[in-house]
C-alpha cells in the first residue's frame, strides 16, 4: 500500500504546501494522512477527513450525470447543443454534447475573461453571486479558438457550464440537485456537497489563501458560483476515493458508457468525457481527475481494475507549484 505508513507520511510531508490531507486505499487497506496546518498562524494539524474545494473533479460528476441520462434514453452524446440550448452557443448546431465533455468544442473558455490575483478586481468575486448564463455571455463574447468543433482538444470551462445547463433542460433540476441526488446520497458521501451560493466550508476543513500585496489572504469563504458545474465541488479524500471507485468498478454506468467515457476526444490525447488520465513512474495507468479551485488543488486517480486509489489535496503557498510534488506522492502511492 503505497509502503509502510511511515514511508506515505514522509512521502506526504515532501507535498509543498501550507497543508495536505491524503487517502490511500491498496485492495482492503486504507491509509489516512495528514501534513502541515490547516490554518496560517496556528499549529492545528490537517483534520485526515477534512473538506476542501476539488475544483475541476466537479466534471467527472457532472459527466457522470449527463452519462447517465444518455443511459436512460433522455439524450445522445451525439444530440447538438442547439437541441437542447436553442440559440444560446453560436454555431451550436455543430456541436455536441460529446464535445462539450470532451473539450473539443472549440468553445473560448470563461475562466479567461475573468481577473486573477494579483489584479484587484479579482477580489470583488470573493462573495458575488454568478449564474451561468452570465459566464457563458463572457465567453461567448469571444470567437472559438478553433473553427472546427471536435479536431482539436482546447480545455474550456465553459463546455461544462453549458453541461450543466442541458442537465437541467433536460431533468428540470440544476445539475447540482442531480448530482446529489444520484450519486452522492446513493454512495453515502457525507462530506461533499455542491454549495450552489454558499460562501462556507462547513464541518473540519483545511483553509485555503490566495496571494495579495506579497503575502497571503484567506479565501476559504467565497462564493462557489465563480466555478459553477465547471468546479463549484466541496469532498474529502475519503468520498472522491470512494466516487471513483464506483465509477470506475462499474457501478454508475453502464459499460459501454464507462468505455466512453475512457475514449480521447482526440487521437493520443489523455482526456475523455469528464475522465483523465495518466501513466506513473512505474508504468501503471490510472485514472480520474485534478481540480485547481484557486486556494486548493485537488487530484484523485485510481488504477482501472480500483485495487489502488490515490487522493490528495493542498493548499498552496503560491511561491512553489505543488504539481511535481504530487506527482512523486501518487506515484508512491500507486507503484510501491
Known amino acids: 500500500m503505497g509502503g509502510p505508513a511511515g514511508e506515505l507520511q514522509r512521502g506526504l510531508d515532501g507535498v509543498v504546501g501550507i497543508g495536505a490531507v491524503a ?3 491498496s485492495g482492503g487497506e486504507v491509509w489516512r494522512g495528514s501534513s502541515g496546518v490547516a490554518e496560517l498562524g496556528s499549529s492545528r494539524k490537517v483534520p485526515v477527513n477534512g473538506r476542501f474545494r476539488a475544483g475541476s473533479i466537479s466534471k467527472t460528476f457532472v459527466a457522470t450525470v449527463v452519462l447517465q441520462l444518455v443511459g436512460e434514453g433522455r439524450l445522445r452524446l451525439d444530440d447538438s447543443v442547439e437541441r437542447w440550448l436553442p440559440g444560446v452557443v453560436p454555431n451550436g448546431a455543430n456541436i455536441t454534447v460529446r464535445q462539450l465533455l470532451n473539450h473539443t468544442s472549440g468553445l473560448f473558455d470563461y475562466k479567461n475573461t475573468l481577473s486573477m490575483p494579483p489584479n484587484p478586481e ?4 470573493q462573495y458575488r453571486t454568478w449564474t451561468a448564463a452570465e459566464q457563458i455571455q463572457r465567453a461567448l463574447a469571444h470567437p472559438p479558438v478553433f473553427d472546427k468543433p471536435g479536431t482539436q482538444f482546447s480545455y474550456s470551462n465553459t463546455n461544462y457550464l453549458l453541461a450543466g445547463e442541458i442537465i437541467q433542460n433536460v431533468t428540470g433540476r440544476t445539475y447540482g440537485e442531480e448530482i446529489e441526488r444520484r450519486l452522492i446520497r446513493p454512495l453515502g458521501l457525507g462530506g461533499t456537497t455542491m454549495p450552489g ?5 462547513r464541518g473540519p476543513h483545511l483553509h485555503g489563501y490566495v496571494p495579495k500585496d506579497g503575502g ?9 458560483s465563480l466555478f459553477g458545474a465547471s468546479g463549484e465541488l466541496i469532498s474529502t479524500t475519503r468520498d472522491l476515493n470512494r466516487f471513483f471507485a464506483a465509477l470506475l468498478g462499474g457501478r454508475l454506468l453502464p459499460a459501454p458508457l464507462l468505455h466512453e467515457m475512457k475514449q480521447p476526444g482526440v487521437e493520443g490525447g489523455t482526456y475523455g468525457l469528464g475522465l483523465s488520465w495518466h501513466r506513473t513512474a512505474c508504468g501503471v495507468e490510472v485514472y480520474g481527475n485534478d481540480g485547481d479551485a484557486l486556494a486548493y488543488q485537488a487530484y484523485s486517480y485510481a488504477t482501472e481494475d480500483t485495487r489502488r486509489q490515490v487522493t490528495i489535496a493542498v493548499t498552496p503557498n503560491f511561491r512553489t507549484n505543488p504539481d511535481e510534488s504530487v506527482e512523486a506522492f501518487v506515484d508512491q502511492a500507486i507503484c510501491d
Open 23 to 25: 487517502e490511500v486505499r
Open 122 to 125: 479579482f477580489y470583488t468575486y
Open 197 to 201: 451560493t454558499s460562501t462556507y466550508l
Open 216 to 224: 497571503l489572504i484567506d479565501f476559504t469563504e467565497m462564493n462557489p
